[in-house]
DNA sequence: GATTTATATACCTTGATCTGCATATACAGT
DNA sequence: ACTGTATATGCAGATCAAGGTATATAAATC
């Protein structure tokens, strides 16, 4: 979950959304330097975010999406807070009792 | 978003979920030392987490979740990723009940 | 085998964060 | 006003993350 905390990581993402792309790809379409960007994808990696293919001299990145599914399991606890008026006024009333 | 990467603050976030409690509650809950709780509860202030509202020396916290739904939204568009054909149609089907 | 291309790592510095301890603020009851 | 309770903040030190530069590894090409 702190790999999900620093934008650029989450930019990342969502560049993989498109698909499996290469660090060097990743790396120009968010401007960033040839080690930063490969030290954020070693972060993602290691919270298990992304999956990695090699490709001749190019590592191939895509998304591994298991974490962000562990991530909606816990938020789901949380969906009735904001899910819906009824929901809302539910939660108003069930206080009020 | 660096709110929620503390354990700590996640399961003060869970235990939020019971309803509103005192600064104290909490604290005593997690173990926490006072000054300890009482900065990770700014954290999730600052973060538009939690709200307080005041009652008498005490402090009340609930959860605000407005920054969680945000995450929600932006978690949909990776759902396709792990959410097979029956996992969509269930979600949706909880979603609009 | 030398060179080029693609990516990763080491090292350093800087800025942020967490904790513990001490202190300050705010309110309540006497 | 004084004491106790509840919470917040300030400061010190330790730890940790992020960016930059330089260097290392690995594969491809010649």
Do not use: C, N
Request: net charge positive.
């Amino acid at each position: 979950m702190a790999a999900l905390s620093d934008p650029m990581r989450r930019r990342m993402l969502d560049e993989l959304r498109a698909g499996e792309q290469s660090a060097g790809t990743l790396e120009r379409a968010l401007g960033l330097s040839q080690p930063s960007a490969s030290k954020h994808l070693r972060a993602l990696r290691q919270a298990g975010l992304v999956r990695v293919r090699k490709d001749a001299q190019r590592r191939l990145y895509a998304i591994d999406p298991a974490p962000l599914a562990a991530l909606d399991v816990w938020l789901a606890d949380y969906r009735h807070f904001w899910a819906g008026a009824l929901d809302a006024l539910a939660h108003h009333l069930e206080r009020e009792v």
